[in-house]
């Protein structure tokens, strides 16, 4: 079993709707949880930077870790064509390499 | 501006050559990684340094090579032993080594002919 998991899509939604991005992992160890944003070309950009379970918002995005399930979530609300992007999970153990998940793209139609 | 700078872009090499990608960064940051991207793989760690003169392998450092004589500087050498040398480089740094998220580079795509 892979250590993250991650859909890679395409994901295609509509102008406005809300964005759901997901990734499990099976690590329990893992504490530290990022997302990071990637479009064609560039470097990844830090989007959401979240410690352990909870929620975590900025803006239009809201970052969700839920450790007992060994699920996070990423939900962009009223998605825009800007926003269409690769995303990509991130997480690590405390004083231990970020695992990165494979990224899901996502395309958000006008 | 801070940050971190990669240079060229975009470069081009023959079979058998020796090539040297630049990163660079002024954001004070004590650790710096390089990483490949290939499509459906997501990133993988080629080597890390989390002080200068030191520098460890990461996942994948078979036919690469870094130096840190520097702390902004952390370039990396592809080398004629690595077989499959066309891919996305991409460096960032962070503030140690632990828990402290990674900042990226813009990357540099690697094409070998």
């Known amino acids: 079993q892979k250590e993250v998991e991650q859909d890679p899509g395409p994901l295609s939604v509509p102008e406005g709707a809300i964005v759901s991005l997901n990734c499990t992992y099976s690590n329990s160890a893992f504490q530290y949880f990022m997302w990071y944003r990637q479009y064609s070309r560039k470097g990844p950009e830090l989007l959401m930077y979240?410690?352990?379970?909870g929620n975590k918002e900025d803006g239009r995005f809201t970052a969700q870790v839920d450790k007992s399930s060994k699920y996070i979530s990423l939900f962009i609300r009223d998605s825009q064509p800007s926003d269409s992007a690769t995303y990509l999970c991130a997480m690590s153990e405390t004083d231990d390499k970020i695992i990165f998940g494979k990224g899901t793209r996502l395309h958000i139609l006008p | 501006d801070g940050g971190i700078t990669q240079s060229p872009k975009y470069l081009f090499r023959k079979e058998g050559q020796n090539v040297t990608l630049s990163c660079e960064q002024n954001?004070?940051?004590?650790?710096m990684y390089w990483y490949r991207q290939d499509p459906g793989q997501g990133l993988r760690l080629i080597y890390y340094?989390?002080?200068?003169?030191?520098?460890q392998k990461g996942d994948i450092a078979e036919g690469y090579s870094v130096s840190r004589e520097k702390k902004e500087s952390f370039p990396l050498t592809v080398t004629s032993a690595q077989k499959n040398p066309t891919a996305f480089y991409l460096c960032?740094?962070?503030?140690?080594?632990?828990?402290?998220?990674?900042?990226f580079g813009p990357g540099t795509r690697l094409t070998v002919l």
């Open positions: 954001l004070n940051h004590d650790a």
């Open positions: 340094s989390q002080i200068v003169n030191d520098f």
């Open positions: 960032a740094s962070s503030t140690d080594r632990s828990t402290d998220t990674q900042y």
């Open positions: 979240t410690y352990s379970s």
